[in-house]
């Protein structure tokens, strides 16, 4: 639970600072982006919604990302959502 717990401070982290302090934090990965792009780029990816909110995770969002998996071929079968996802957490 503590990883479950550090994600969702990172997920609120995201929407609660500007995309210039993300920068600061990942423009180490990123060494031959400017930042006059990368700003806007995060910038535009927080606008359209594209990172969570919170750690929870729908049974429709897992079943789609196992799916995935196994049209990629790194899994034989799809996984199950009661398996895979502590449900008494959120």
């Known amino acids: 639970m503590a990883v479950t717990r550090a994600l969702a401070k ?4 995201l ?27 995060l910038q535009r990816y927080r606008d359209a919604g594209l990172w969570a909110h ?5 049974k ?6 196992g799916l995935s998996f196994v049209s990629g071929g790194l899994l034989q079968r799809p996984p199950t959502y009661e398996n895979c996802v502590e449900q008494n957490f959120f």
């Open 54 to 58: 919170n750690p929870a995770m729908s």
């Open 10 to 13: 990172m997920e609120q982290w």
């Open 60 to 65: 429709q969002g897992f079943n789609r990302l």
């Open 15 to 41: 929407y609660a600072d500007s995309a210039e302090e993300l920068v600061k934090a990942v423009a180490p990965f990123f060494p031959h982006v400017p930042n006059d792009i990368l700003v806007p780029s």
